[in-house]
């Protein structure tokens, strides 16, 4: 399996980084991280214009038609500029519900990015991720998918660690929804969890970066930290647990578009339960090769770290990603054993 950015993959890459860079840079993480929305009109238009936000729509509603190898490429690139907007829950979990319930009339507004669209369980609406940015929240009960125009929804913020995420406590009278379809909340949850995991590889590939340059340049006793052993071995730690996980998430992307329903749902699984515990320490150790100027404000390091802590958090801890790996493989151990 060839896991290499093709041309046109590499051009999608460079042109969202360069957008990223000049557009939404560190200071503007920064601004936005006590902002409700989380992005600018200005930002949000511009990855419309780059089609980003319809890159998962059918082309018959206006997108892209890609699949999720493609929009993998761009949750990197967000991870790495640890993007605060809510990317990945209008344009790959919003849009895999609608599609998967049939629902097109939305998505078209989505892909040009006149929409912001979130979508939750039913029994999760005490945190839904970006719900004080969405103008529509999508909720699953059941196999039943439902609209909600935020008009009719009570959003109160839900503050965390991570300024760069947003969640929110959603209320809202049933008889304000509308049924828009059935759903397989089982397929986005897989496709939600992976987009997680790529965005996490993007933030801990990132931290690292910047965490082997300092130890370069940072001098101690007339040498560069990076001379001395126990620096070196929270590198050598760090490079390897990014491209383990690396490996994971791109095979996850890969089952998302191709493999069937139970190796989508392992995949994902696996991704997640080792990015959960493995990608967090990472921007912990990056914070040990920074020292003291890594635990303030004004350094850039803790952002990564935070988002980091979201992936350790959110969709299920690595512990419970375990448990649920266990059980999907335990049984057909025992079966070919038996």
Known sequence: MDFEFSPDQDALR???????????????????YDDERGTTDAVWKGL?????????????????????????????????AVHPGPFLSSAVAATSALTSAGAHDLLPAIADGSL?????????????PDATAADVVLVAFGDELVAVER???????????????KFGRVSFDRSAARSVGTVDWAEIHDRLTTALVVDGVGAAERAMELAVAYAKERVQFDKPIGSFQAVQHLCADMLQAVEMARAGAYYALWACDAA???????????????????????????????GGIGFTWEHDVHLFYKRLLTLQQAYGTGTEHLEELADLILPSVSSANG
């Open 14 to 32: 460079e042109t969202v980084r360069r957008f990223l860079a000049d557009k939404a840079p560190i200071a503007y993480v920064r601004e936005m």
């Open 260 to 290: 069937d329903a139970g190796e989508r749902h392992r995949a994902a699984t696996m991704a997640k339960a080792f990015a959960s515990e493995a990608l967090f320490r990472v921007g912990a150790n990056a914070i040990q090769v920074f």
């Open 48 to 80: 419309a214009a780059l089609g980003v936000t319809g890159l998962l729509v059918p082309e018959a509603d206006g997108g892209a038609g890609m699949g999720m190898v493609d929009m993998g490429v761009v949750l990197l690139e967000m991870g790495r």
């Open 151 to 165: 008009s009719a929804c009570d959003v109160r913020p839900v503050a965390t660690v991570d300024g760069s995420r």
């Open 116 to 128: 912001v669209a979130t979508v939750a369980r039913g029994d999760e609406l005490s945190f839904v």
